[in-house]
Antibody, heavy 118, light 110 residues
């Protein structure tokens, strides 16, 4: 059974960088795409981007200038950084596996709430 | 940027049938967009229902079905149950590695 678990600081100050890690268990992280998705309170889901274990990335154009994703195959983890955060970046952040053959999210993490506040 | 459209809310009677749709602000949805559907109850992570237009994810009851109706992707729930009352999201693959979520539909069963 594939499981994903997000981890990272729950509180980030405005203008600083949000950092989250997703740890994958039950399967190798290799040879898959992995995505980050977020959801502000009482709002819809927003795709942030995806990374392949080879390192190639695709980002949401609206966030591209502030987002960086990376992968660490030795730890079976992938990570998200969002720079210059504001209150608008306050959200539950989900990591998910992408099944590239059909371009959909087949496994999801439980989500991690990140609040941007001074 | 392309906007993926969904009905903000929908209501269905218990035992009834409802079809939620997923469209584009410009253009038609086809199977080339690999439509997928996700169900989300409050406080929980989304659950995958349908992928590649009409393939049910493992363990999803067959009263959930996906299709293309006209120029939109569609999720049909047949024999709606009170447990089906939650939010539903579609996702379209835009090519070049990018995906876009619809705004979600809040389904009420009453």
């Amino acid at each position: 059974q594939v499981q994903l678990q997000e981890s990272g600081p729950g509180l980030v100050k405005p203008s600083e960088t949000l950092s989250l890690t997703c740890t994958v268990s039950g399967a190798s992280i290799s040879s898959y795409f992995w995505s980050w998705i977020r959801q502000p309170a009482e709002k819809g889901l927003e795709w942030i981007g995806r990374i392949y274990t080879g390192g190639s990335t695709n980002y949401n154009p609206s966030l591209k200038s502030r987002v960086t994703m990376s992968v660490d195959t030795s730890k079976n983890q992938f990570s998200l950084k969002v720079s210059s955060v504001t209150a608008a970046d306050t959200a539950v952040y989900y990591c998910a596996r992408v099944l590239a053959r059909y371009n959909y999210f087949d496994y999801w993490g439980q989500g991690a709430l990140v609040t941007v506040s001074s | 940027q392309t906007v993926v459209t969904q009905e903000p809310s929908f209501s269905v009677s218990p035992g009834g049938t409802v079809t939620l749709t997923c469209g584009l602000s410009s253009g038609s949805v086809s199977t080339s967009y690999y439509p997928s559907w996700y169900q989300q109850t409050p406080g929980q992570a989304p659950r995958t229902l349908i992928f590649n237009t009409n393939i049910r994810s493992y363990g999803v009851p067959d009263r959930f079905s996906g299709s293309i109706l006209g120029n939109k992707a569609a999720l049909t729930i047949t024999g709606a149950q009170t447990d089906d009352e939650c939010d539903y999201y579609c996702v379209l693959y835009m090519g070049n590695g990018n995906s876009v979520f619809g705004g979600g539909t809040k389904l009420t069963v009453l």
